[in-house]
């Protein structure tokens, strides 16, 4: 007999956390629907109220992984006082601690969206976190720290060096003696390539 324990919103609630748990168990291939609805002891059709498909789950769950990174890096950038140098550290630190927690989250974000058209809401997460590390180059130019230009190629080389280095570190690429003090050496670099003439 089912506990009809989930009512309202709490299955949907339930069901991305177990997702979500499942993801970092066994990737994106390892998630149903249906072994959800079994693992929260509920109808296998009851996860389809809350979701029609596993791509619209995976929708939701990329999005609050934005949401959460996005989150994680405002707090580090607040937390970090004023300096272009200091809040880029606080923002790089925090990526790559997120993408090293959550790498099948931070892959399964991306992927979620270049995927086909992402909904409304995964766009506007996906693209307010980058946003956010705009603002952070288009208030360095204004203090005199950034050097002038789009800012869009100022960020650039900025994040390919942050993603890469995750993407070494969460890949097992990187010496250990290089994962401890490699990422000071990026962002030192990422520092030094957006400093004003």
Partial sequence: MRHGRYHHGDLRAALLVQAESRLRER?????SLRELAR????????PGRHFESKQELLAALALRGYE???????????????????RVDAAARA?????????ELLALMFAAKHDGVPSPELAAAANGWFERMLDLIDD????????????ERVALPVFAALHGF????????????????????????????????
């Fill in 68 to 86: 959460r990174l996005d989150r994680v890096t405002a707090a580090a950038m607040s937390a970090a006082g004023d300096t272009f140098a200091a």
């Fill in 166 to 197: 995750a993407m070494l570190m969460v890949s097992g690429n990187l010496p250990p003696e290089l994962a401890e003090v490699g990422l000071d050496d990026v962002i030192a670099a990422a520092v030094q390539g957006c400093a004003a003439a």
């Fill in 39 to 46: 693992d929260l002891d509920v109808s296998p059709g009851a």
């Fill in 27 to 31: 990737g994106v291939a390892g998630l």
């Fill in 140 to 151: 360095g130019q204004r203090r005199g720290e950034v050097k002038a230009g789009p800012r």
């Fill in 95 to 103: 990526y790559v601690d997120f993408a090293v927690a959550d790498p």
